[in-house]
């Protein structure tokens, strides 16, 4: 978030705790970077569900992803159709880069 606010670039913000992402959301990553990415594996949660030798279907990991939002690796940053997980400032200044070219 403050990436963006030091850019003054407006964001729409979702606390997962208190909304979680909606499949068709994950899906869209999933898609993009496969199901194992948004995984957070290094995570407390993980290891307090006894993750680690959990062999489940892409289907079951994005439901177990919407039900316990703290096993999702974030940030989920979303521009257009252009997705990023995790920190990715780099990905975040070409966007903007292009966005300000693009406009008149």
């Avoid at 940053?77 to 990023?84: G, P």
């Amino acid at each position: 978030m403050r990436f963006f606010s030091e850019r003054r670039v407006r964001v729409h913000f979702v606390d997962l705790m208190e909304r979680a992402a909606a499949l068709g959301e994950l899906k869209r990553f999933a898609q993009k970077f496969g199901v194992d990415a948004l995984i957070d594996r290094t995570g407390k949660r993980f290891a307090e569900l006894g993750l680690a030798s959990a062999r489940l279907t892409d289907q079951r990991w994005l439901d177990r992803l919407c039900e316990e939002p703290l096993l999702l690796r974030t940030p989920l940053v979303r521009f257009q159709h252009q997705l990023t997980i995790g920190l990715d400032e780099s990905a975040w200044k070409d966007w903007l880069a292009a966005a300000a070219t693009a406009q008149p």
